[in-house]
């Protein structure tokens, strides 16, 4: 049975939220002056032309100016007044070899905010400005702007035009008006979608992880896997291809991991693009979300994006984990050497194999942010197989197609409370009769953190067709389920899925089974009031387990015969559980402030996605 890739030895090896970044610090941004020492103090700010003594008309204009310097703090309403004290309403100003604007730019944003912050209060109430508006919300909203050209410093070299990544078919394609070929010129938007749809469609699985009641995943300390799909495309495909209509045309996946900063309000912004993140100097506190790929399939590279242009990144770069924008392109098929096959270039074919990956938070993340992740696809064509006579099977869909925010899924800094422990284990060897044969499993539930009141259980048993005509799916609406808690070995041996009444004789009702789809049925499983899954932190006692028991049937004429036709080929249905527990969770609302973690729990309704593999 194979997970989620390598997902195990990911998540052992990032037990604690990565603290190393992909990203280097800059040493010292433009336009931040480096600290002052002695020697830059003196050379920097003392005038070596200033006379050494003042006449007597002089020292009186310093008292003035050192008095109006200690009660203002140089705002421009003092400077106005010492203006005025000294040379007058009506003299004229002496020219100026640099103005305010001018020094102010030596300074960084940092130093401006406590400058503004120190210099600004009761004089600007003076002037008749609300402190929570005003000139004050002015500051504020200056302080937190970044120029272009600060982002513009931290631009990678190496960086590729959108058109060397980003698929994009030319206009005169688009323009075309041929019987078969849907594009913009014949078809309406929203009709090229649904066309798109007929073909694939694209989800994203979140899987091991505990999800609150506000649907956010709380990942303080851990990750959670995600795995994206364009549905089972053995079936909508029909021989057909996505991508490769031209030398631009591809299939691309991306993922959105924010960078996060501190506003000068003291609220968090949050912004995809790293140079805006290092301009405003929170590079240095490292709050980001990342996504990472332990190994990426054949076929695929990957990207990140940078202002309007791309940066080419390595598989390494991305299994230690990236953020912003992160772009992953299907090249085309491989051959044996892992060159792409020219004649397939940009073309995905059915089955190709999707990366799946990992999110996570970096520790700084303060756990009353929720971060949202999006992933999404952009892509240009579908290419449709031909029939025996040469005639396409369908349409050709030629439409400049993104969604950037296709799925999103809301991380939580919060460390789990709970944690579910679901193992998955073949119950005897399969059986078969003329018609049907099953495959029996049991799931064991039991406490790996923590104490939660169980709710009730979701079991997700999927096994798809291979082909339009039905065949290697599993027979959904047929799936025999049970709770199977304290029975014995010698009593589930008894147990024929084909035969209801061995159930019945051990006084056990059968778990209500729904037919999601073609291949795929949903078992619910109920609990009774009281029933609950604890571990001993100090002894690592458990107290209460979960057992289920799941037939997964398939009718005979949807199997395979091997070549010999002695036998069926085996078949591996995956599984997916949702558990819904009653748990105590950190609730964001009462962390800050809080003195210890205790402080911030409650108990709370919580689902933990558990992939079980196949």
């Not at 941004?29 to 005038?47: L, M």
């Not at 506190?285 to 309007?308: C, I, N, Q, Y």
Request: hydrophobic share 40%; aromatic share 6%.
């Amino acid at each position: 049975m194979s997970n989620m890739n390598e997902r195990s030895e990911y998540r052992n090896q990032n037990a604690e939220a990565p603290t190393t970044s992909a990203f280097d610090a800059p040493q010292v941004p433009p336009g931040v002056a480096p600290a002052a020492n002695d020697e830059g103090a003196s050379a920097g700010v003392i005038s070596h032309n200033a006379p050494r003594q003042l006449n007597p008309m002089g020292k009186a204009i310093a008292v003035v100016l050192s008095v109006l310097l200690v009660l203002t703090c140089w705002n421009s309403y003092s400077i106005e007044e010492a203006r005025r004290m000294i040379i007058g309403d009506d003299a004229v100003p002496m020219a100026s070899t640099g103005s305010g604007d001018e020094l102010l730019d030596e300074v960084d944003d940092e130093n401006l905010d406590q400058a503004s912050n120190d210099a600004e209060g009761d004089g600007d109430a003076a002037e008749g400005d609300d402190a929570s508006g005003g000139k004050d919300a002015d500051d504020t909203a200056a302080d937190d702007t970044v120029s272009e050209a600060d982002m513009q410093a931290y631009l990678p070299k190496d960086l590729l035009d959108a058109e060397k990544v980003m698929p994009a078919l030319a206009d005169a394609t688009l323009k075309q008006e041929k019987d078969g070929i849907l594009t913009p010129a014949t078809t309406s938007e929203d009709d090229l979608k649904a066309a798109f749809a007929n073909r694939f469609s694209f989800s994203l699985a979140v899987v091991n992880a505990l999800r609150a009641s506000d649907d956010a995943y709380h990942v303080g300390g851990t990750n959670l896997a995600v795995a994206p799909s364009l549905g089972n495309t053995n079936v909508s495909f029909d021989g057909g291809y996505l991508g490769g209509a031209e030398d631009n045309d591809a299939v691309v996946l991306t993922f959105e991991a924010p960078f996060l900063y501190k506003k000068s309000d003291g609220t968090y912004g949050t912004t995809l693009s790293e140079e805006e993140w290092k301009a405003r100097g929170a590079a240095a506190d490292d709050m980001r979300a990342l996504f990472a790929v332990s190994s990426l399939p054949a076929g695929w590279t990957v990207f990140t994006k940078h202002g309007e242009q791309y940066q080419k990144r390595t598989a390494e770069e991305l299994a230690a984990g990236l953020s912003g924008t992160i772009v992953l392109r299907y090249e085309g098929v491989q051959d044996e050497h892992g060159i792409t096959v020219s004649e397939t270039r940009g073309q995905m074919p059915a089955g190709t194999e999707l990366p799946r990956g990992f999110m996570w938070l970096t520790e700084a993340v303060p756990a009353t942010e929720k971060v949202s992740v999006n992933a999404g696809f952009a892509l240009c064509s579908y290419t449709p197989a031909a029939n025996e006579d040469g005639t396409p099977k369908g349409d050709y869909l030629r439409m400049n197609y993104a969604d950037a925010a296709a799925a999103t899924a809301v991380l939580v800094n919060a460390a789990p409370q709970a944690s579910l422990d679901a193992s998955l284990a073949a119950a005897g060897e399969p059986v078969m009769d003329a018609e049907r044969g099953f495959a029996s499993y049991l799931l064991t539930l039991k406490s790996a953190l923590g104490a939660m009141a169980e709710d009730s259980y979701t079991l997700r048993v999927s096994d798809l067709p291979d082909t339009a005509e039905g065949n290697g799916k599993l027979s959904a609406d047929a799936v025999v389920a049970f709770d199977a808690t304290d029975l014995t070995d010698e009593e589930l041996a008894s147990v024929n899925p084909a035969d209801l009444a061995t159930i019945e004789a051990l006084g056990r009702s059968l778990a209500e089974v729904s037919v999601a789809e073609d291949g795929v049925a949903d078992i619910t499983f109920a609990a009774e009031e009281g029933d609950a899954l604890a571990l001993d932190a100090v002894t690592g006692a458990v107290d209460g387990t979960r057992v289920l028991y799941v037939a997964v049937p398939y009718a005979a004429a949807d199997l395979t015969e091997t070549e010999d036709g002695a036998a069926y080929n085996a078949e591996e249905p995956s599984f997916m559980l949702w558990s819904y527990e009653t748990a105590k969770a950190v609730q964001e609302e009462k962390v800050e402030g809080a003195e210890s973690v205790n402080d911030t729990l409650a108990d709370e309704k919580l689902t933990f996605v558990s992939d079980l593999g196949t």
